[in-house]
């Protein structure tokens, strides 16, 4: 009979045609008949479906050159502080970000007016007893920036709360964390105390001491109330009892209340940070016993209790937690969706690794079944795996970012002249790791790295950091170095 193919018929006839001819001709320069490299032509492949893929033309190939000395002055362009991907733009929402701005915020949840920002800066006076910006708020269209908090010790993961208000971490050994409530109503008040947690605003501030006391890097903050995150910390750091840590664990802070609704809360008291139980992960190599040594840091977790959340560290390392190479952001996947068990979540974060060591960094996921179930046993209810593998061009990983509407990874390097690249999802392959990731942006300053990328509600814009440039040839804002906070538009999203 007589056979009309479909377009899918079609379009898998020409892909197989590609992949056996692209196979079998030569490199451009090698000899004839040589077979070309299968996974060379599976990268060009990605290349030329950026659009489609990650809404963008073409990727970046290259990384931007090394500059030395000074880059950044006040005459440049948002394009002369970073490369980008083909079809999209930059534009400066400000220059006069503090300088080591780092993770960002949108605020408030609903139509946001402002990115809440944290500064990595060190705890210091700048004289009088003024001391350091710590967290700022940025004016999403005339760019206005204002200190809403000082005095912090490298203010590092920050994030908007279920419940409105906003819940800013520092990076420190002593790390604490600090709830904010009517931010954009809190101007340049103080931390006094960072161990005692005093501030200058208490009814609208307040240092959350049920949380873990670790060097806060990435975290997730659910609608019950759990807070997942990570402790920034390398293996082989000597803790202070003098032991050899294995690394930085992974925590959820379960709340003594759970949490439901999504309304704001009106007073600190109210919110579900006050109490709870903080638990490390632990995973093991097999599913019936704790098993421990190389290897089983992937594998099915529990969650083991922390008694005293001011020595979570020095607990989860006594205890047998899994510890990481400086476990840094980390984000829930909203594009997972488990049919059967709708509590179940899946969050990942960023292992910075060491390249150096050639160690190039990793994406590790775990999926929770019932992150809100407060467990008396654990219950080894955790699958952990890795999604992302570095390389000598992609590695150091640290801040992540999931896109809306595409469920896209966008990962970002923590070095000098760092890249950001884009990762797809894992399909329908027999893998459970990323379909490919391409360059998305390069930062052209060699003093500076990308810091804080944040997606928009509908994914067609990001925000960036430009972190701590030499900035010999620029002026002092508020008595402090400066940063710029980079818009990247013209992301596509596909209907």
């Known amino acids: 009979m007589n056979y009309t193919p479909s377009r899918t018929a079609l379009a898998l006839a020409l892909a197989s045609a590609f992949f056996t001819t692209s196979f079998l001709v030569a490199e451009a320069g090698e000899n004839p008949g040589k077979k070309k490299d299968f996974g060379v032509t599976v990268e060009q492949l990605l290349n030329a479906q950026s659009e489609t893929l990650f809404g963008f033309n073409q990727p970046l190939i290259q990384s931007a050159p090394e500059t030395t000395g000074a880059y950044r002055s006040p005459a440049q362009q948002a394009i002369d502080q970073v490369l980008v991907a083909d079809g999209l733009n930059a534009t400066y929402l400000t220059r006069n970000a503090a300088d080591k701005t780092d993770m960002m915020a949108f605020y408030p949840l609903d139509n946001p007016t402002h990115l809440i920002t944290c500064v990595e800066g060190g705890r210091q006076d700048l004289g009088g007893g003024k001391f350091n910006p710590s967290i700022q708020s940025i004016h999403l269209t005339s760019g206005e920036v204002k200190t809403i908090l000082r005095g912090l010790d490298s203010c590092d993961g920050i994030r908007t709360t279920p419940w409105n208000t906003i819940l800013a971490t520092e990076e420190d050994d002593q790390g604490g964390a600090y709830e904010i409530i009517d931010p954009l109503n809190v101007v340049n008040q103080t931390v006094l105390d960072r161990g005692a947690g005093t501030t200058t605003d208490p009814a609208h501030i307040a240092k959350r001491t049920a949380l873990p006391t670790m060097a806060w890097e990435g975290l997730e903050i659910l609608s019950s109330g759990v807070v997942i995150a990570g402790d920034e910390l390398r293996p082989g750091t000597p803790t202070g009892t003098g032991n050899d840590a294995d690394g930085g664990a992974i925590f959820k802070f379960v709340p003594q209340t759970v949490r439901i609704g999504n309304q704001p809360i009106n007073d600190l008291a109210s919110s579900p ?6 638990y490390a992960l632990q995973v093991s190599c097999v599913n019936n016993k704790q098993q421990f040594g190389q290897g089983c840091e992937i594998g099915n977790a529990d969650w083991i209790p922390i008694i005293d959340p001011g020595q979570a560290r020095a607990e989860a390392n006594a205890n047998g937690a899994t510890g990481y190479y400086r476990p840094e952001d980390l ?165």
Not at 273 to 278: K, S
């Open 273 to 278: 940070l006050t109490a709870g139980t903080v």
């Open 331 to 495: 984000h829930q996947d909203l594009s997972y969706a488990d049919p059967i068990n709708p509590e179940s979540v899946r969050f990942c974060w960023a292992n910075t690794g060491n390249e150096g060591a050639f160690n190039f960094g990793e994406v590790i996921c775990g999926v929770d079944d019932n992150p809100a179930e407060d467990e008396a046993k654990p219950a080894r209810q955790i699958d952990v795996n890795r999604f992302v593998e570095g390389d000598a061009d992609f590695n150091s990983f640290d801040n992540l970012e999931f896109q809306p509407k595409t469920g896209n990874l966008y990962v970002i390097e923590d070095h000098e002249n760092g890249d950001i690249f884009a990762c797809l999802p894992d399909g329908k392959d027999r893998d459970i790791k990323t379909d490919g990731c391409v360059k998305m942006l390069s930062v052209k300053d060699s003093s500076a790295e990308p810091t804080g990328f944040i997606f928009t509600g509908d994914g067609t814009t990001a925000y960036v950091s430009i972190q701590h440039s030499n900035d010999g040839n620029m002026t002092k804002v508020d008595d402090y170095h400066t940063d710029d906070v980079i818009r990247i538009t013209g992301f596509k999203i596909k209907k």
